[in-house]
T-cell receptor, first 111, second 117 residues
Framework: DAGITQSPRHKVTETGTPVTLRCHQT?????MYWYRQDPGHGLRLIHY???????DKGEVSDGYSVSRSKTEDFLLTLESATSSQTSVYFC??????????FGEGSRLTVL | AQTVTQSQPEMSVQEAETVTLSCTYD???????LFWYKQPPSRQMILVIR??????QNATENRFSVNFQKAAKSFSLKISDSQLGDTAMYFC??????????????FGKGTKLSVKP
């Protein structure tokens, strides 16, 4: 039982198209996060959520939006994908004691 | 702003030996959390060990232990009796305690550890 899943796991799209990545958790955690991982940069925070409809920007939020209408789902949207958004995206859920549990990652390629 | 620095991009160790991965961080906070995460080739991030800054005792989890030096802002990871399955990228991370909208986990750029048979 993974507790947190991401979909899709792989996606190839074209520049200018919208893309939505979904994160789903079954642990009822309040905190959820979207990170991107790129060579030489480690993981960088895009957006995070501290409750239903409560979200905030991270370090690299330009070009991304998020929504959290239910505790279990956290969506990341690229309104108009660009090649610079080619990356591996990780969703995470966080406990009140500061531990994060990550999904398996979603590899996005923007051509 | 907080920063996390891992000065060793790559390291290798022989199976069954001990290796230490370095991490330093910069913060003006007095209370915070520090973590080591492991990312094997399967890509999934796995929590290895966690330290709360107000605790002086170093955290340990089986073969993994940390050397937490708060004044020096240093948080190194020691892996004893290294196993082939320890081969992975290791990320050091910093987090301010939760409160309101806080909870941002800040990562270092990682150290690639190879365990050789």
């Amino acid at each position: 039982d993974a507790g947190i899943t991401q979909s899709p796991r792989h996606k190839v799209t074209e520049t200018g198209t919208p893309v939505t990545l979904r994160c789903h958790q079954t642990e009822n955690h309040r905190y959820m996060y979207w990170y991107r991982q790129d060579p030489g940069h480690g993981l960088r925070l895009i957006h995070y959520s501290y409750g239903v409809k409560d979200t905030d920007k991270g370090e690299v939020s330009d070009g991304y939006s998020v929504s959290r209408s239910k505790t279990e789902d956290f969506l990341l949207t690229l309104e108009s994908a660009t090649s610079s958004q080619t990356s591996v995206y990780f969703c995470a859920m966080g406990t009140d004691t500061g531990e994060l549990f990550f999904g398996e990652g979603s590899r996005l390629t923007v051509l | 702003a907080q920063t996390v620095t891992q000065s060793q991009p790559e390291m290798s160790v022989q199976e069954a030996e001990t290796v230490t991965l370095s991490c330093t961080y910069d913060t003006s906070e007095s209370n915070y959390y520090l973590f080591w995460y492991k990312q094997p080739p399967s890509r999934q991030m796995i929590l290895v060990i966690r330290q709360e800054a107000y605790k002086q005792q170093n955290a340990t989890e089986n073969r993994f232990s940390v050397n937490f030096q708060k004044a020096a802002k240093s948080f190194s990871l020691k892996i004893s009796d290294s196993q082939l399955g320890d081969t992975a990228m290791y990320f050091c991370a910093f987090m301010k305690p939760y409160g309101g909208s806080q909870g941002n986990l800040i990562f270092g750029k990682g150290t690639k550890l190879s365990v050789k048979p």
